[in-house]
């Protein structure tokens, strides 16, 4: 069943990984923000309507520990705007490594906050690693004003990334995964409603541009995240955002065959320094605060 839960939140990662390129092929008056609330608005209902349609999660949809589920979808409303907003700016590849590349600091930084969990010495290097590297990535941005500013919303995109997976392994002992996730996703999908009044889609018109948008929907919200909630119910939180760093190596591998972005040594030297210090960081336990002598 670990196997299992393995794969879930590998196929669930690379799936998130085509939604920048995705996004890139809409109509270039598009959106970022309303492209983000749209998608939580279908995936959200894709959810709701998979869990109402099986009975035992529909019966679980009332118990819901909900606080830890708003919290959840409050998180991943912040991170769909803030992300959607992020690869726009700096581009598919960068903003994706960011987003999903900063996750794991922000977790370490709760674990020491909250448990006193310090890095030891090789976890600390994969941090100053990471960090390194986005500051890289941020110097060598698109080259307008729009990079450090998109690298700044990606780094936000991946604090709430964080806390949503935080929430959400926290939640997975209280109630099954596919009412989990519809109820996360339909607070989303309610917070981030007044996008779509305030910003129409109406750029969505023709087959191509609602097909993108529903695969964005259905395909890269409602699947991915049904897996990737079942597979941490199986991993551990600190692996499942291992796991999820083929994210942006998968939007990184179709932002240069699919969209063209261009592989400048600095931005390629600035990706490797943060997938290998974030596999460093994930992969080695924080250790705990020292106790104190007794006296």
Do not use: K
């Not at 869990?51 to 909900?66: I, T």
């Not at 305030?198 to 993108?212: E, K, Q």
């Not at 994210?247 to 592989?263: C, F, I, N, R």
């Amino acid at each position: 069943m670990r196997l299992m839960g393995l794969v879930a939140v590998i196929a669930a990662a690379m799936l998130w990984g085509t939604t920048g390129t995705v996004q890139a092929l809409l109509p270039a008056t598009r959106d970022p923000l309303a492209v983000g609330a749209l998608r939580l608005l279908i995936g959200g209902a894709a959810l709701l309507l998979a869990a109402m349609l099986h009975g035992p999660s529909r019966a679980a949809l009332v118990r819901l520990p909900w606080r830890l589920v708003g919290l959840a979808g409050l998180c991943i409303a912040g991170y769909n705007l803030l992300f959607f907003h992020a690869v726009s700016m700096a581009g598919v590849g960068i903003g994706t490594a960011v987003a999903i590349g900063s996750a794991p600091l922000w977790t370490t930084g709760w674990e020491i906050a909250a448990a006193r969990l310090w890095p030891g010495r090789w976890r600390g290097a994969g941090q100053l690693l990471s960090i390194a590297g986005v500051a890289l990535l941020a110097m060598a941005g698109s080259g307008g004003s729009g990079g450090p500013l998109g690298i700044a919303l990606a780094a936000g995109a991946g604090a709430c990334y964080a806390a949503y997976s935080l929430a959400t392994a926290r939640a997975s002992n209280a109630a099954p995964p596919l009412p989990r996730a519809a109820a996360t996703f339909t607070i989303g999908a309610i917070v981030t409603l007044p996008v779509l009044f305030l910003s129409p889609p109406v750029w969505l018109v023709g087959a191509p541009a609602w097909g993108a948008v529903l695969f964005l929907g259905v395909g890269a919200t409602a699947l991915s995240y049904a897996l990737y909630t079942w597979g941490l119910t199986r991993v551990a939180a600190s692996t499942a955002v291992t796991l999820a760093l083929a994210e942006p190596v998968t939007a990184w591998l179709l932002a240069v065959s699919v969209l063209g972005e261009p592989v400048t040594p600095a931005r390629l030297a600035g990706a490797l320094m943060v997938l290998a210090g974030l596999v460093v960081v994930t992969m080695v336990p924080a250790r705990p605060a020292p106790r104190p002598e007794p006296v």
